[in-house]
């Protein structure tokens, strides 16, 4: 593995190019977590349109997709190429948009600016299906992204009036009830090995935030 070069790196996996001509990727889990039920998921939701990577191969830890040219909703929120704003509304969006697929459709359940790559030549492809889930509203899924941006806003982080921005604005676009999700959005994230104690403390101020945008959302709404 050390010959490949890596070109990302999350909490749960690593993400390399492959010799060739780069077009392609693997994303490997280091804990050995089995990647062909997410692969599976990722080349059903191409047959239906959604925007995602378009899946080569998956054995085990291993998946092999098309390298995706452009930032992350992230990176491009850090450079100011991205306003908060808009940022908020396309997450809505693309929620809106995955909830909407004929059949069951999953829930993303981890759907933040890092999730979101700006392709050149594709707009907004959603990444990294390991958390995604059939059967769950599609309120909490909201509850989630909408919780992942309130734990910046609440941070000491120099981007925190940013997240907040966006935060209110995924909240305003979003036609789903939010309130009743937050709760079990919170419990959810707090069950994440991946958080330090720090942050799974933070968890109740962020749910704090969440349902107090909402509701002050919801009252304008009703004005």
């Given at each position: 593995?050390?010959?490949?070069?890596?070109?990302?790196?999350?909490?749960?996996?690593?993400?390399?190019?492959?010799?060739?001509?780069?077009?392609?990727?693997?994303?490997?889990?280091?804990?050995?977590?089995?990647?062909?039920?997410?692969?599976?998921?990722?080349?059903?939701?191409?047959?239906?349109?959604?925007p995602?990577?378009?899946?080569?191969?998956?054995?085990?830890?291993?998946?092999?997709?098309?390298?995706?040219?452009g930032?992350?909703?992230?990176?491009?929120?850090?450079?100011?190429?991205?306003?908060?704003?808009?940022?908020?509304?396309?997450?809505?969006?693309?929620?809106?948009t995955?909830?909407?697929?004929?059949?069951?459709?999953?829930?993303?359940?981890?759907?933040?600016?890092?999730?979101?790559?700006?392709?050149?030549?594709?707009?907004?492809?959603?990444?990294?299906?390991?958390?995604?889930?059939?059967?769950?509203?599609?309120?909490?899924?909201?509850?989630m992204?909408?919780?992942?941006?309130?734990?910046?806003?609440v941070?000491?982080?120099?981007?925190?009036?940013g997240?907040?921005?966006?935060?209110?604005?995924?909240?305003?676009?979003t036609?789903?009830?939010?309130?009743?999700?937050?709760?079990?959005?919170?419990?959810?994230?707090?069950?994440?090995?991946?958080?330090?104690?720090?942050?799974?403390?933070?968890?109740?101020?962020?749910?704090?935030l969440?349902?107090?945008?909402?509701?002050?959302?919801?009252?304008?709404?009703?004005?």
């Open positions: 593995m050390d010959e490949l070069e890596i070109v990302g790196r999350g909490r749960t996996a690593d993400v390399y190019v492959l010799p060739g001509d780069g077009t392609r990727v693997l994303r490997r889990y280091r804990d050995g977590s089995d990647a062909t039920r997410e692969a599976d998921l990722m080349a059903r939701l191409a047959l239906q349109g959604y995602v990577p378009a899946v080569l191969r998956a054995e085990g830890p291993d998946l092999v997709m098309e390298r995706l040219s930032p992350s909703l992230l990176d491009a929120l850090l450079d100011g190429t991205y306003a908060p704003e808009p940022a908020g509304a396309l997450i809505a969006e693309l929620l809106a995955l909830h909407a697929l004929p059949g069951t459709p999953p829930t993303h359940l981890d759907l933040h600016p890092g999730n979101v790559i700006l392709t050149t030549d594709r707009g907004p492809v959603v990444i990294d299906w390991q958390t995604a889930e059939e059967g769950r509203p599609p309120g909490l899924d909201h509850a992204s909408a919780l992942l941006l309130a734990e910046v806003a941070s000491p982080a120099p981007y925190a009036e997240a907040r921005a966006a935060l209110t604005a995924l909240l305003s676009a036609t789903i009830p939010v309130p009743p999700h937050i709760e079990p959005a919170r419990a959810r994230r707090a069950q994440d090995p991946n958080l330090t104690e720090g942050e799974v403390a933070a968890l109740g101020k962020a749910a704090g969440v349902a107090e945008l909402a509701g002050e959302l919801a009252g304008a709404r009703r004005s």
